[in-house]
């Protein structure tokens, strides 16, 4: 449930957002943890990658899961599977998670466990190529899944999730013989928005350009692990 | 843009809301037009449906389109491609049509054209599987698009859209042998939140299934042509 408003009204939500925000990364930052902000359309396929990711990475970094959902925690029962923490958070009516909501997630990972000890957050946020890219919540990189069978028209109709996002995910790609898109139509209409984004097409069913994600996952990791001083500056 | 809120800040919200929407309502009763709010996700197939609707009905029946859309006219550009008025709005940071916007297009319909000589209207909403199903905007029913590569658990996750829709269709159904997916579970699952709601599975893209769902659409056009009395009701 939401609402537009005035603009000043705007600004102060998006202001008390941040906020927030600036509190939360304040605390991985002190905590060492770097933090992902994973945002797509509904079905894209964030939890697929994120279990081929805890799959893979498990063995090298200590991860947790903020899990992000309207109601259920069908996709946070897949990720436990895994073996590592995974707070759920229910939004209810609201389409995004705002900083509240994850400062709440950051205090039950802090209480349970000792936060220090994680390399790695996924912030999976509720399924949404809207409102979630306006709202952060303390992630130090914004990644963004674009299912190809979504069109090659998506970047250019919903342009601030592409505009926001560090890292983009072209999904499906075992898909593309059967659809009638065009990979490299995609990528131009992302480059009308965003010059400079990496642009990594995946297959979590094949696993097909899973080692470039991650390999930009463990960069940016060890990035922020051996230069502190980059704090808060992606 | 927008804010999850206090519960009375959201009642009033709504409630606003929901007086224009049977403001529209009222205008689309006069005319004797008919009027479906169509919704779905980012890229699960709504223009594509309504390319083959407007292909198949402009025979019988006069329709018009309102399109919403964050930015661009490229949804509306397709389906003026067939000849009938389309009437684009943009809605910015807005993730949703509300019943205001759509009054602005109903005006501009009524000002440029004779809207007694309609007999059908289509509202197509900013894709998004959350907000729209929230906002009434004058429609006499709902009709919600989940494309199966979306996964079988959408309904469950995004119950508010699967309750309140009136007609759902079933789209790319051609790519089912592609994908990991039961048909009859994401039916269990729709039957869990909504018991009674036609389900069709079509595909645009090989028409397979597409009879039902232009059935559908003349038998709620002819319904309410017939029954006057019905008007407000479906």
């Given at each position: 449930?939401?609402?537009?408003?005035?603009?000043?009204?705007?600004?102060?939500l998006l202001h008390a957002?941040?906020?927030?925000?600036?509190?939360?990364r304040a605390h991985f930052d002190d905590w060492?943890?770097?933090?992902?902000?994973?945002?797509?359309?509904?079905?894209?396929g964030k939890t697929?990658?994120?279990?081929?990711?805890?799959?893979?990475?498990?063995?090298?970094?200590?991860?947790a899961v903020i899990e992000g959902d309207?109601?259920?925690?069908?996709?946070?029962?897949?990720?436990?599977?895994?073996?590592?923490?995974?707070?759920?958070?229910?939004?209810?009516?609201?389409?995004?998670?705002?900083?509240?909501m994850v400062s709440g997630g950051i205090h039950r990972l802090a209480h349970e466990y000792n936060p220090a000890e994680f390399d790695l957050v996924f912030v999976e946020n509720v399924g949404n190529l809207v409102c979630p890219a306006e709202f952060e919540v303390g992630e130090h990189a914004k990644v963004a899944l674009l299912s190809i069978t979504e069109g090659d028209d998506k970047p250019l109709k919903y342009p601030v999730m592409f505009q926001e996002a560090d890292c983009l995910l072209l999904t499906k790609m075992d898909l593309a013989p059967h659809l009638d898109i065009d990979v490299e139509q995609i990528v131009a209409n992302v480059r009308q928005i965003n010059t400079h984004v990496p642009i990594l097409p995946v297959s979590a069913k094949?696993?097909?350009?899973?080692?470039?994600?991650?390999?930009?996952?463990?960069?940016q990791v060890h990035l922020r692990q051996s230069q502190p001083s980059l704090s808060g500056v992606l």
């Open positions: 449930m939401h609402q537009t408003f005035d603009a000043a009204l705007e600004i102060n957002n941040q906020e927030g925000a600036d509190h939360n060492g943890i770097t933090c992902f902000n994973v945002m797509s359309s509904p079905g894209a697929a990658l994120l279990e081929r990711t805890l799959a893979a990475l498990t063995h090298d970094l200590t991860i309207m109601t259920t925690e069908l996709d946070a029962d897949r990720l436990r599977q895994y073996g590592v923490p995974v707070i759920a958070i229910n939004t209810g009516r609201s389409c995004h998670l705002d900083s509240k094949t696993g097909a350009g899973l080692e470039d994600w991650f390999h930009w996952v463990r960069a």
